[in-house]
């Protein structure tokens, strides 16, 4: 299956803003993310819609999406706290808060230890029955 990688920013401006990584022309935005997400939806099906569509419209493709640190820990502060991401990802509060803040920005192992803590953590969620 083909990807699109989509990146998501949030601008100084306050808006949340998406391109492809690897459609030219595909881009959007919002007030949020999920505005964002929508708009890139949209410009997909209005490309879909060209005489010349870009050929990995054609057929099955997924959607990832790629966040800058600082946009993610903004999108998902109200459902994982400082203390929850210092839990999962063993990184302190005070750190996880300048990320988010924008007053530092992490190295790369930091960010790989954001990624990998929240998809455990997604992983462990997707194994609960109730």
Do not use: C
Not at 12 to 24: K, Q
């Amino acid at each position: 299956m083909k990807t699109i990688k989509i990146i998501i920013e949030k601008s100084n401006d306050g808006f949340f803003w998406a391109y492809a990584e690897n459609v030219e022309g595909l881009t959007g935005g919002g007030e949020t993310v999920q505005d964002a997400k929508q708009d890139i939806l949209d410009g997909i099906e209005t490309m879909k819609s060209f005489d010349k569509k870009p050929k990995i419209l054609d057929g099955d493709y997924e959607l990832v999406y790629k966040f800058d640190t600082q946009s993610l820990l903004k999108y998902y502060k109200g459902i994982l706290s400082n203390p929850a991401l210092e839990k999962i990802t063993g990184i302190n509060q005070k750190l996880i808060h300048q990320y988010s803040t924008g007053l530092k920005k992490p190295r790369p192992a930091q960010r790989k230890k954001i990624e990998n803590g929240i998809h455990e953590f997604a992983k462990e969620l997707l194994a609960i029955e109730l």
